[in-house]
């Protein structure tokens, strides 16, 4: 053998020699394989990393022994597809342990072919990248989180600005349900407002699946109520269930309704199936913790946009008001008239209006002066609120003129009506400073829609007219048929 000979065959060996040392010694895994997936032979870092032996592996198809339940079944098919081509190829996959742990690899699988060509093994390399795939599962994790949290933050900002457009306490309401249902889509949940004796809270209004919640509630039901702030069954070592919730082991929340300093109801949220046999207890502890600081939240914004519609209405209520009787005004009266007579047209109802004046109402005033004026004008006012209801509704138009809006009040009603308030009135005793004032007196004049009209000018116009007749003919008295409308009236 010459001197190049030998020179080539120390090299070769050489090779080999630090070939074999890189394999036994390097902490990836290598599985050497004939073309039929076999193992030829694994490296140690193959059974540092698997679990498995050599002579465990040795004539058996490795990847068979790796996979598991969550390997990825297209992967598998990428992997198998590029060795039926003969082609290099490189991917990560989940791979499972001796002992079935789950571990994730790069895995890289190489076809080897001898001088002629011929397929004659497959090496497979695997390094281990848990640790990485772990990180970025985390990182996944967290890049979601804050994606939930900025559409959170988004439809917390959404809902804010529906709640503080809402223009009255019933588009309220609506959108508290619809916002409610959408932020906390796996609660139940109901909105409970104290009447006007704030002897106990009524429903208002209610979302979700559950069937029904309690109409009523009193407040020392509510364990919220009752401590003066928010309060969550579910998540405390100590906690006691509230007189008004049937299911005891049911995670809820009550939190208070607050509006300028003043408790005004209660907003329930029920977590139906988060019992304890229910959802994983650290899911459903997350779950319930961000929901519960959404809650607190939407309580708040709920608080404010209940105030600010409160504050709206007395407002527009002011505006609608008449001040010294308490009476609708002219206003709301022209308004809500207009509206009636056109639903009353389409519908085929009745309608009618009631012109009311008092009579000599100038020589209370003249002889009395204005204080006695105004206390005549406010009796008569009480009057016709005591006659109130959703279908006749008083009001003040000017002076002592008033008129009642009878909504479904055909003549034989609206007459009715008027007599039971001149009767009414003519029982009213009065002083000032000591001196009776003399009886107080009304005249009335009835128009109804359809007879004598079908707006409300000409309405109004056969009002005024019965009413000048019934003040021509003498006073106290109503008159249900205006006269001609070229009749002279009376002052």
Not at 424 to 430: P, Q
Request: proline letters at 4%; one cysteine or more; hydrophobic letters at 40%.
């Amino acid at each position: 053998m010459c001197a190049k000979d030998l020179k080539d065959s120390a090299a070769e060996s050489a090779e080999r020699f630090y070939s074999e040392l890189v394999l036994r010694h390097s902490s990836d895994a290598v599985i050497i394989s004939d073309p039929a997936h076999m193992a030829l032979w694994v490296n140690p870092g193959f059974t540092a990393q698997s679990g498995y032996s050599e002579t465990e592996l040795i004539g058996q198809n490795a990847g068979l022994a790796l996979r598991g339940p969550e390997t990825d079944p297209d992967t598998l098919r990428q992997i198998s597809l590029a060795c039926q081509q003969r082609r290099e190829i490189r991917c990560d996959i989940r791979l499972y342990t001796k002992s079935g742990a789950p571990y994730w690899v790069d895995q890289k699988v190489t076809p080897v072919h001898d001088a002629t060509g011929r397929h004659t093994h497959f090496i497979s390399t695997m390094r281990d990248i848990t640790e990485r795939k772990l990180l970025e599962e985390q990182n996944e994790e967290m890049r979601h989180a804050e994606a939930l949290r900025q559409s959170e933050r988004q439809l917390l900002a959404l809902t804010s600005e529906w709640l503080y457009s809402a223009k009255s306490f019933e588009e309220l309401l609506m959108v508290i349900q619809r916002a409610m249902h959408t932020l906390i889509p796996e609660a139940d949940g109901a909105l409970y407002v104290y009447n006007d004796s704030r002897t106990m809270l009524d429903l208002a209004t209610s979302w979700g699946s559950q069937p029904e919640f309690p109409r009523h509630i009193l407040p020392d039901d509510c364990w919220a109520l009752r401590r003066g702030r928010a309060y969550a069954y579910g998540q405390k070592p100590i906690q006691f269930v509230c007189d008004h919730v049937a299911r005891s082991g049911t995670p809820y929340f009550c939190l208070p309704i607050i509006a300028h300093g003043e408790t005004i109801g209660l907003m329930h949220i029920v977590f139906d199936g988060f019992e304890d046999t229910g959802v994983m207890r650290h899911m459903r502890d997350q779950v319930l913790g961000n929901r519960w600081e959404i809650s607190l939240i939407c309580g708040e914004q709920i608080s404010l946009a209940v105030a600010n519609v409160r504050l709206r209405q007395e407002l527009h209520e002011k505006s609608l008001r008449d001040p010294l009787t308490g009476l609708w005004n002219r206003r709301w009266f022209m308004e809500q008239a207009q509206r009636e007579i056109t639903f009353a047209l389409r519908d085929g109802r009745a309608l009618s209006l009631i012109a009311v004046d008092v009579d000599h109402f100038k020589a209370f005033n003249d002889r009395f002066g204005h204080d006695a004026g105004d206390l005549v004008l406010g009796e008569v006012g009480r009057a016709m609120a005591r006659l109130a209801s959703e279908s006749l509704h008083p009001c003040r138009i000017g002076g002592e003129e008033f008129i009642l809006l009878g909504v479904d009040h055909d003549m034989s009603q609206a007459l009715a009506k008027a007599e039971e308030l001149r009767a009414a009135i003519g029982k009213v005793e009065l002083a000032v400073l000591g001196q009776t004032l003399p009886p107080i007196a009304i005249s009335a004049g009835l128009a109804v829609l359809g007879r004598d009209g079908n707006d409300l000018q000409q309405l109004m116009h056969a009002a005024d007219r019965a009413l000048y007749h019934a003040k021509a003919t003498g006073r106290n008295r109503v008159v249900s048929h205006p006269p001609p409308a070229s009749a002279p009236g009376a002052g």
